[in-house]
């Protein structure tokens, strides 16, 4: 993906790049893709596309709807399952089912603010770890089906990147 809304194929057998036609791309930026059973999730500033087989399906936030995207600005992606996680400039991270199109809304202990997510990532544990500008470092919790801030001991709410080996988190 690239700042125009396009998106590009390396081919590398041949060294050849090619655009992959998106239909509605052309009018955003790209800011971060995820492939899962063949299909390419493309997170924008105007919600999320999803590429398969030539066929683009574009979701974004309505205004009126609780239960759709959050947020239009999709800034981190993470599939997992059958979903996909989504985390987003102002609406914290969202997730939804292939199957459905409900999508579950999340902030860390019921913050009632916005919060920018930066990352997701899953670690060894099954954890996925949410980093954020605004929240600190937040983890899914599949018992209480919610996002628990987790303290790093600084003063700084600021985690920008993640990385995960086995079960440490980086």
């Not at 194929?9 to 790209?30: A, H, K, Q």
């Not at 500033?45 to 009126?64: C, L, M, N, P, Q």
């Not at 913050?111 to 929240?135: Q, S």
Request: a negative charge.
């Amino acid at each position: 993906g690239i700042h125009e809304g396009r998106l590009l194929f390396y081919e590398p057998e041949d060294g050849n790049v090619s655009e992959l036609p998106c239909e509605g791309l052309s009018s955003t930026m790209v800011r971060t893709l995820a492939v899962m059973d063949g299909r390419l999730w493309i997170g924008t500033y105007a919600g999320v596309f999803i590429w398969h087989e030539g066929r683009t399906v574009h979701w974004e936030k309505a205004s009126s709807d609780t239960s759709g995207l959050s947020d239009d600005v999709i800034y981190a992606m993470y599939p997992e399952g059958n979903g996909m996680w989504m985390g987003t400039l102002n609406g914290g991270v969202n997730h939804v089912f292939f199957t459905e199109q409900d999508f579950m809304r999340y902030t860390p202990d019921g913050r009632k603010t916005p919060f920018r997510v930066r990352e997701m990532i899953a670690d060894g544990a099954g954890n996925v770890w949410v980093a954020t500008e605004n929240a600190g470092l937040c983890r899914w919790n599949a018992r209480r089906s919610g996002l628990e801030y987790k303290g790093l001991g600084t003063d700084t709410p600021l985690v920008l990147s993640l990385a995960c080996h086995g079960k440490e988190l980086h």
